[in-house]
């Protein structure tokens, strides 16, 4: 009896396994302060974009207000009081967006540009200047455009104060309230002053 056979290799597959360098890296530990940093950076940064982009909503809200408010005629008291209460709203939102600015500018610097904490100088000095930018920062081109949109509506806004200013001379309390609007203005155009550091700001188109 003849018996055929055929003769049928099993195959065989090649198990690769991890060189030492592949296995060091895939179980090397993260360091628990690095990721710590990463997510207080994207916690800010969000937090810092969120806060522009509210600030900016105001300020075109504040304009259509204007808009309306030009189309009526108001009586000099009540139209002050409106007015001083959207130079206030101005100037927070104003403020909103400059601190915005500055978290986001933070970020973006290398750690040898923060300060010495031995610094020489008084610690109420160094409080003012936390108050601006980094003197590296630069403005981008939307920002710039917003900048000088809450530059440009103060002085609108301003202008219609010092014509109510103009109308009642006679009212102590219409000059109070003019005056503090008429500040609140000066603190908005301060504030996208300082927003480009010591350089300043001085890319304002009416």
């Keep these: 009896m003849i018996v055929g056979a055929n003769a049928i290799p099993a195959q065989t597959t090649a198990v690769q396994r991890p060189t030492p360098a592949q296995t060091a890296v895939a179980t090397a530990p993260q360091d628990p302060a690095t990721d710590a940093l990463a997510k207080l950076d994207n916690f800010v940064e969000s937090a810092a974009l969120s806060r522009k982009a509210f600030a900016e909503e105001r ?33 927070s939102a104003a403020t ?15 750690a040898s540009a923060e300060p010495a904490s031995d ?8 409080e003012v200047l936390a108050d601006e930018a980094p003197a590296s920062a630069r403005l981008k081109s939307e920002d710039v455009e917003t900048a000088a ?4 509506t103060a002085q609108h806004l301003r202008s219609v104060v010092e014509m109510i200013a103009s ?17 609140s203005t000066s603190r908005v155009n301060d504030l996208m002053a300082g927003l480009e550091g010591p350089s300043g ?4 188109f009416w």
């Design 119 to 126: 610094s020489p100088l008084p610690a109420a000095y160094l």
């Design 59 to 91: 300020l075109a809200h504040l304009k259509e207000q204007m808009t309306t408010l030009s189309l009526f005629d108001m009586a000099p008291g009540f139209l002050a009081g409106h007015t001083a209460r959207m130079a206030k709203e101005l100037e």
């Design 96 to 110: 909103d967006f400059a601190r915005a600015f500055k978290a986001l500018a933070e970020l973006e610097q290398p």
């Design 167 to 183: 109308e009642t001379r006679d009212s102590a309390s219409v000059q109070w309230v003019t005056d503090s609007a008429k500040a």
């Design 149 to 152: 949109s809450f530059m440009s």
């Design 201 to 204: 700001f001085n890319k304002v």
